[in-house]
């Protein structure tokens, strides 16, 4: 669904950017279209893995077609609900006349690492750059650390200003049956409390890619909290959590006894 969602806003955005008519009466069937995309990958993926782990994947589950109708009447109750921001409103009326979409998987290079922190929809307004991201399904409705690092993508673009305090960070995320908007205006402490936070993700990583080994020990992989969590997860079928969370915790914990009484 979140795909779905994001995928129409952007076809939106630019079918009104390239000035080619768009019908809102069409929006339920581009969704289902989109959700029986997503499907159909997601399957051909799946016996990709089914191949690999030679056993059935547990994430193959037929979903009931009331089920999709569901999905995609909450993902047009979302849609429509997006597009009547004031921010759409005003790109979709010629106000704001300065605006590009990116891709989440674009890459920024950080010191020889690899970061996603390309924003959705970026816009001008005066000498102000806005940089917004949203979420269709949010746990929460602030601006969070983690889109500040969106700053770090804009000062090191071509085009746009290296000053922090020429930017507005801005999150739009479905949460609690509505969009909350916040925002927060970019400054040099926001620079250097995401650029710590960047540089602490970067080591943990280093370090959970030392502690899983050569071999990549999936048996090491910090675990989720909730089984919940897992029933959904694309790892499930080659995680140790995945199959039974609380045997791999129990399994992990002894593991980690092991290692430090053969160290001792
Ligand atoms: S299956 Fe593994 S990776 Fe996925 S949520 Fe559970 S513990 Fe985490």
Not at 34 to 52: D, H, P, Y
Not at 81 to 107: C, G, H, V
Not at 115 to 139: A, E, G, M, Y
Request: charge should be positive; proline fraction near 3%.
């Amino acid at each position: 669904m979140q795909r779905s969602v994001r995928m129409i806003v952007f076809q939106r955005l630019e079918s009104h950017r390239n000035k080619i008519p768009w019908n809102d009466s069409e929006i339920a069937s581009k969704i289902r279209m989109a959700i029986m995309g997503t499907r159909f990958r997601q399957n051909k993926t799946l016996r990709l893995i089914e191949k690999r782990i030679r056993k059935s994947s547990k994430l193959k589950f037929r979903i009931p077609s009331s089920e999709i109708d569901r999905l995609v009447e909450i993902s047009c109750l979302r849609y429509h609900s997006f597009m009547k921001n004031p921010i759409i409103q005003n790109i979709l009326s010629d106000d704001i006349t300065e605006w590009y979409t990116f891709s989440r998987l674009d890459a920024t290079n950080y010191r020889g690492n690899i970061l996603h922190i390309t924003p959705d929809i970026i816009w001008k307004k005066s000498s102000t750059w806005n940089l917004l991201r949203f979420s269709v399904q949010s746990s929460h409705s602030e601006v969070s650390e983690e889109n500040m690092s969106m700053l770090h993508w804009a000062i090191r673009r071509t085009g746009l200003p290296s000053n922090p305090n020429r930017f507005i960070i801005h999150e739009l995320n479905w949460f609690r049956g509505k969009w909350q908007w916040s925002r927060k205006r970019g400054s040099e402490a926001m620079e250097i409390d995401s650029l710590n936070l960047i540089n602490m993700d970067i080591k943990a990583m280093k370090n959970l890619h030392d502690k899983l080994g050569p071999a990549c020990d999936l048996s090491q992989i910090p675990l989720a909290s909730n089984e919940k969590v897992c029933k959904t997860c694309g790892h499930r079928d080659t995680c140790p959590g995945g199959d039974d969370l609380t045997r791999a915790k129990l399994e992990q914990a002894s593991l980690e006894m092991l290692k430090s009484s053969t160290k001792l």
